[in-house]
């Protein structure tokens, strides 16, 4: 395989401070280890213009802060050392807190279906920090590199990057404040595709909606309710046995009447492409792809075949522009069937039945030269879905070049903000994932990508009718608005959960729809200036301490939104943290305890439209609406950008860009056009302007836009009225709201009614979370020291449970467990939860989880089968059975981690995923102890347990997990000899 042109092979160990160039402008420096390292370097992938990388400016200035390096077998390991109080952002595509302190992240693009909070590895990867410092200045570090790469944030202040050699630090600034850091960012890797205007509107999807006959009736439906929506999606189903580019002919044999049929009806349509390609001579995909030679291939330079929707599949090398031109023409051809936008899926790239979860890094990518030449797939694999989106990008831009691309992707890398939005990935329908949605597209917003938003609702589970509510509530006010759910759960449109919940949502998506003259405003700010579209409250003020970890709440312009994301907590019992300054709060007469807080910043001004059902609907004509807020000079501005919603003609000038003022003087408020841009002419419409006074109060006054409109302000008296009648309005909607039950039923396979609220044991070193129901399942296990889960999972499925016998069958899964005993630490107790299930004949499981207060480090199981009711005639004894221990643990980096244990006999064992699955009895049973461990998190989850108890251990590694199994013995039990195994788990540092 040829190697990149110039690459040299460092040396074993160097170290010292890193040399430095001043790059693209003023305030930004490239950091290299040595010269020889410069010109090793691979060719940027993040940068829209690789020069501005590589071409040295003049500049007079020296770096604030300078990066060292050490370079130890093959890694370069950069560490930057910042005041004390710094506050870090960014890392892109992340779970988990805001504030990043205390976290490590590793760029490795990863299908994590159902992750967690202390999932090190999403769907993308952005090697990036932003760092706030203690002055409310800012600091960005870019480490550009599409290699894994480690981002360690665990040491306060310190900032390490680790990956393979050689590779650049970008650091921008400091500047004055966090928006200047990510400006100066966009000028390195572009700014967002300018979006049309349709696809801020809200978006319905599922998987799958089963037939064009249910796709029209979910869209007749939400026009008959009066629920706002713009845009319906088309998931894998919609496929000829899920091979792209074709169309299932009984359920949509009709592509393009479908899709008349959803404009006819002020809807759009979009439709899912993944990058797996069946493997099948006929498929006429297959065939020119094979003609154009456009597959990746294995190290032996035959195609590669993995595993996924389709059965065999081959992949197309997006990093050969000969492969991007082949997928784009095929695009174009496809976007003639009605597809207003396309869905990247799965192009991490997924694969199925591989542990790794994705292709051998192996494999080989012969790549253009510009992007780095003929590579392994370790080098392009970050890349590869970003370069998917570009070439999906350009094949929508082919078919119409009149009409602005969107794409969705769901793998991507730094810049790729360029060609796609993004979603936040296969979350869960639970508090816990609604709560980290916000912190999510923030974190996403921080590092170059403001189009995104995660699945309202959540994708895996079903969704309580609050929970849902609640989620549309924040979720109406992200940049990117879509409702997403899974197969096999219940519907998650806005009107499945009741008429609490559709009430709520049809308020939440009715104020987005009046803010998307905003919004779209935002957009348009963030595509020519590469400001960010939504922010983090502290964004009001950064130099507030306080506000730095505020996760509820975060900001769209000046416009701040509170959410609650606490269940049994409303808005109304929130507690808001508010920046300095004026804030005024209001809402659109749709108050509601399960909707978002609006405040508005004083000396601001936001354009408002009137509430439609799509997009489409609204009129430039129609009248405008403006929110004023005075500042404490009685004064406010604020900008409205207006187009055709779509096409290029903003560019050339075919645009209205109007900054409007807002002035008291002698009480009288003058509210006026201060100055345009762009050659669209002014419609002729109405303007409408609500002046806050505070409290919800607003007054109200008529003009024509364009004109100067003035209001008389009342008396301090009259305000003081005005307040105290919002108010008590306000008081009354919270009051007269239905609020949205709060009941979610799970049937049990004998009609028993079974709650799914996991329960939490928190002591020590360990975070758990138990469902006592499916089999006592512990669906979390969270080492805190680490930050580290060894186990996260949704309730249905996963997890850590017990087995009654050999057959693989979960009692619990049928069978309803009881929580005996719940014991609380605070009550002097040790922190505890003692469960059982009924198994039949006389049979329960019984188990007991423990924290102990005596050893904080661990937690403990203790099992047991135990014969309760040996029917008559058996002796006393039970049937023939066997306590299987069944933890399933996510695999954080697959390829870097194994089973290791010393067995009784002596001999020493270490089980590689390749190994399949390995069971162990007789001498070769480890002695009472083996362990999980993760090379590149230095460390290991250790298993200790009673040997005499243990009769066969088994290792069993699926796709991105692997079980560690404890069987006992296969007997009959009676009152007097029960099955027993007890075990418990604690975290080592391996060094």
């Given at each position: 395989?040829?190697?990149?042109?110039?690459?040299?092979?460092?040396?074993?160990?160097?170290?010292?401070?890193?040399?430095?160039?001043?790059?693209?402008?003023?305030?930004?420096?490239?950091?290299?280890?040595?010269?020889?390292?410069?010109?090793?370097?691979?060719?940027?992938?993040?940068?829209?213009?690789?020069?501005?990388?590589?071409?040295?400016?003049?500049?007079?200035?020296?770096?604030?802060?300078?990066?060292?390096?050490?370079?130890?077998?093959?890694?370069?390991?950069?560490?930057?050392?910042?005041?004390?109080?710094?506050?870090?952002?960014?890392?892109?595509?992340?779970?988990?807190?805001?504030?990043?302190?205390?976290?490590?992240?590793?760029?490795?693009?990863?299908?994590?279906?159902?992750?967690?909070?202390?999932?090190?590895?999403?769907?993308?990867?952005?090697?990036?920090?932003?760092?706030?410092?203690?002055?409310?200045?800012?600091?960005?570090?870019?480490?550009?590199?599409?290699?894994?790469?480690?981002?360690?944030?665990?040491?306060?202040?310190?900032?390490?990057?680790?990956?393979?050699?050689?590779?650049?630090?970008?650091?921008?600034?400091?500047?004055?404040?966090?928006?200047?850091?990510?400006?100066?960012?966009?000028?390195?890797?572009?700014?967002?595709?300018?979006?049309?205007?349709?696809?801020?509107?809200?978006?319905?999807?599922?998987?799958?909606?089963?037939?064009?006959?249910?796709?029209?009736?979910?869209?007749?439906?939400?026009?008959?309710?009066?629920?706002?929506?713009?845009?319906?999606?088309?998931?894998?189903?919609?496929?000829?046995?899920?091979?792209?580019?074709?169309?299932?002919?009984?359920?949509?044999?009709?592509?393009?009447?479908?899709?008349?049929?959803?404009?006819?009806?002020?809807?759009?349509?979009?439709?899912?492409?993944?990058p797996g390609i069946k493997q099948e001579d006929g498929y006429f995909v297959y065939d020119s792809g094979s003609a154009n030679d456009v597959w990746i291939h294995k190290a032996?330079?035959?195609?590669?075949?993995?595993?996924?929707?389709?059965?065999?599949?081959?992949?197309?090398?997006?990093?050969?522009?000969?492969?991007?031109?082949?997928?784009?023409?095929?695009?174009?051809?496809?976007?003639?069937?009605?597809?207003?936008?396309?869905?990247?899926?799965?192009?991490?790239?997924?694969?199925?039945?591989?542990?790794?979860?994705?292709?051998?890094?192996?494999?080989?990518?012969?790549?253009?030269?510009?992007?780095?030449?003929?590579q392994n797939h370790s080098h392009y694999h970050n890349v590869y879905g970003m370069l998917m989106a570009r070439s999906t990008y350009e094949g929508m831009k082919l078919a119409n070049e009149n009409k602005r691309p969107f794409v969705l992707t769901r793998a991507g890398f730094i810049g790729s903000q360029r060609y796609a939005a993004t979603w936040t990935g296969d979350n869960l329908s639970n508090w816990d994932h609604l709560h980290m949605s916000i912190s999510m597209v923030l974190q996403l917003g921080l590092s170059g990508q403001p189009l995104s938003g995660p699945d309202i609702g959540g994708f895996a589970g079903n969704a309580t009718p609050r929970l849902f509510g609640r989620w549309m509530g924040v979720g109406a006010m992200f940049p990117f608005c879509r409702g997403h759910s899974e197969i096999d759960t219940?519907?998650?449109?806005?009107?499945?959960?009741?008429?609490?919940?559709?009430?709520?949502?049809?308020?939440?998506?009715?104020?987005?729809?009046?803010?998307?003259?905003?919004?779209?405003?935002?957009?348009?700010?963030?595509?020519?200036?590469?400001?960010?579209?939504?922010?983090?409250?502290?964004?009001?003020?950064?130099?507030?301490p306080s506000l730095r970890t505020v996760e509820n709440s975060f900001l769209m312009g000046p416009l701040l939104i509170y959410a609650s994301t606490i269940p049994d907590q409303g808005l109304d019992e929130l507690q808001h943290k508010l920046p300095k300054g004026i804030w005024l709060s209001f809402d659109f007469d749709d108050s509601h305890p399960d909707l978002p807080a609006l405040y508005l910043q004083g000396g601001s001004i936001i354009p408002l439209g009137p509430p439609h059902q799509h997009v489409g609907e609204a009129d430039p004509t129609d009248d405008l609406t403006l929110l004023v807020a005075l500042d404490e000079h009685g004064k406010a501005e604020g900008v409205l950008f207006e187009d055709d919603g779509d096409g290029y003609e903003f560019t050339t000038g075919g645009y209205l860009l109007t900054y409007y003022v807002a002035e008291l003087q002698s009480s009288v408020v003058s509210v006026r056009v201060s100055k345009t841009e762009g050659s669209w002419k002014r419609p002729k419409r109405g303007l409408h302007v609500q002046l806050l006074l505070g409290g919800g109060a607003k007054m109200d006054a008529q003009g024509t836009d364009g004109e100067v409109l003035q209001i008389t302000m009342p008396s301090e008296h009259e305000v003081s009225d005005l307040v105290s009648t919002s108010k008590e309005q306000y008081r009354n909607r919270l009051e007269s709201a239905k609020h949205i039950p709060d009941v979610q039923e799970v049937s049990g396979?004998?009609?028993?009614?079974?709650?799914?609220?996991?329960?939490?044991?928190?002591?020590?070193?360990?975070?758990?979370?138990?469902?006592?129901?499916?089999?006592?399942?512990?669906?979390?296990?969270?080492?805190?020291?680490?930050?580290?889960?060894?186990?996260?999972?949704?309730?249905?499925?996963?997890?850590?449970?017990?087995?009654?016998?050999?057959?693989?069958?979960?009692?619990?899964?049928?069978?309803?467990?009881?929580?005996?005993?719940?014991?609380?630490?605070?009550?002097?107790?040790?922190?505890?939860?003692?469960?059982?299930?009924?198994?039949?004949?006389?049979?329960?499981?019984?188990?007991?989880?423990?924290?102990?207060?005596?050893?904080?480090?661990?937690?403990?199981?203790?099992?047991?089968?135990?014969?309760?009711?040996?029917?008559?005639?058996?002796?006393?004894?039970?049937?023939?059975?066997?306590?299987?221990?069944?933890?399933?643990?996510?695999l954080l980096h697959p390829t870097e981690t194994f089973v290791s244990f010393v067995s009784i006999d002596g001999s020493k064992h270490e089980v590689w995923p390749e190994a399949g699955e390995q069971s162990y009895e007789g001498n070769l049973r480890p002695n009472g102890e083996w362990m999980l461990v993760d090379k590149c998190l230095g460390l290991a989850l250790v298993n200790r347990f009673d040997i005499t108890e243990v009769h066969k251990c088994l290792v069993h590694w699926g796709t991105g997990t692997v079980n560690l199994e404890l069987w006992s013995e296969q007997r009959p039990v009676s009152k007097q000899s029960p099955l027993m195994i007890a075990h418990e788990y604690e975290v080592r540092v391996i060094p």
């Open positions: 395989m040829a190697e990149y042109e110039g690459k040299v092979v460092p040396a074993d160990f160097t170290s010292g401070n890193m040399l430095f160039e001043p790059i693209l402008e003023e305030g930004v420096f490239r950091f290299d280890c040595s010269s020889d390292d410069r010109d090793a370097a691979f060719p940027s992938l993040s940068f829209t213009n690789q020069k501005n990388r590589d071409m040295p400016i003049m500049n007079h200035k020296v770096p604030m802060y300078t990066p060292t390096f050490e370079c130890v077998l093959g890694q370069q390991i950069v560490t930057i050392e910042l005041p004390t109080g710094t506050s870090f952002y960014g890392t892109g595509e992340v779970s988990g807190q805001l504030e990043r302190t205390g976290k490590r992240v590793f760029t490795w693009n990863t299908d994590a279906w159902g992750y967690g909070s202390g999932t090190t590895s999403l769907y993308q990867s952005h090697p990036w920090v932003l760092a706030v410092l203690p002055n409310g200045e800012a600091l960005g570090i870019l480490a550009d590199t599409t290699r894994r790469c480690e981002i360690d944030l665990r040491k306060e202040s310190i900032v390490k990057f680790s990956a393979s050699s050689s590779y650049p630090i970008i650091t921008f600034g400091p500047f004055a404040s966090p928006t200047a850091v990510l400006t100066s960012l966009s000028h390195a890797i572009g700014t967002v595709f300018m979006p049309p205007k349709w696809s801020l509107g809200y978006q319905q999807c599922r998987w799958s909606y089963d037939s064009a006959v249910r796709v029209l009736e979910v869209a007749r439906t939400f026009r008959e309710k009066g629920i706002p929506c713009d845009v319906i999606w088309m998931d894998i189903d919609y496929m000829d046995g899920f091979q792209c580019f074709t169309f299932d002919q009984e359920r949509f044999s009709d592509p393009k009447s479908l899709g008349k049929d959803l404009h006819l009806n002020g809807f759009k349509a979009i439709w899912m492409l993944d032996d330079g035959t195609p590669f075949v993995g595993e996924v929707w389709p059965g065999p599949c081959v992949f197309p090398d997006f990093t050969q522009s000969k492969a991007r031109s082949w997928w784009a023409c095929l695009v174009k051809d496809f976007i003639s069937n009605g597809v207003d936008g396309i869905w990247n899926d799965m192009n991490e790239p997924a694969v199925f039945k591989t542990v790794t979860k994705t292709m051998p890094e192996d494999n080989v990518h012969r790549g253009d030269a510009e992007l780095g030449g003929c219940v519907d998650h449109e806005p009107w499945s959960f009741g008429e609490e919940c559709e009430e709520v949502c049809r308020l939440a998506l009715k104020r987005r729809y009046r803010l998307i003259p905003h919004i779209y405003t935002l957009f348009y700010m963030a595509h020519t200036t590469g400001t960010p579209v939504a922010t983090p409250t502290f964004f009001a003020d950064p130099k507030d396979h004998k009609g028993i009614e079974l709650s799914s609220t996991p329960i939490e044991l928190k002591s020590g070193d360990w975070a758990l979370k138990v469902v006592p129901w499916i089999g006592g399942r512990i669906i979390s296990m969270m080492h805190l020291p680490s930050g580290t889960q060894w186990l996260h999972s949704r309730i249905e499925a996963n997890g850590y449970e017990e087995y009654s016998g050999v057959e693989y069958r979960s009692a619990g899964w049928s069978e309803e467990y009881t929580i005996v005993e719940h014991n609380l630490e605070q009550a002097g107790e040790e922190e505890s939860l003692k469960l059982e299930g009924e198994i039949g004949g006389g049979l329960v499981i019984e188990r007991q989880i423990s924290l102990p207060k005596d050893n904080s480090k661990v937690f403990r199981v203790d099992s047991g089968i135990i014969a309760r009711n040996v029917g008559a005639g058996s002796g006393g004894y039970s049937r023939l059975v066997c306590l299987r221990v069944h933890p399933m643990f996510n």
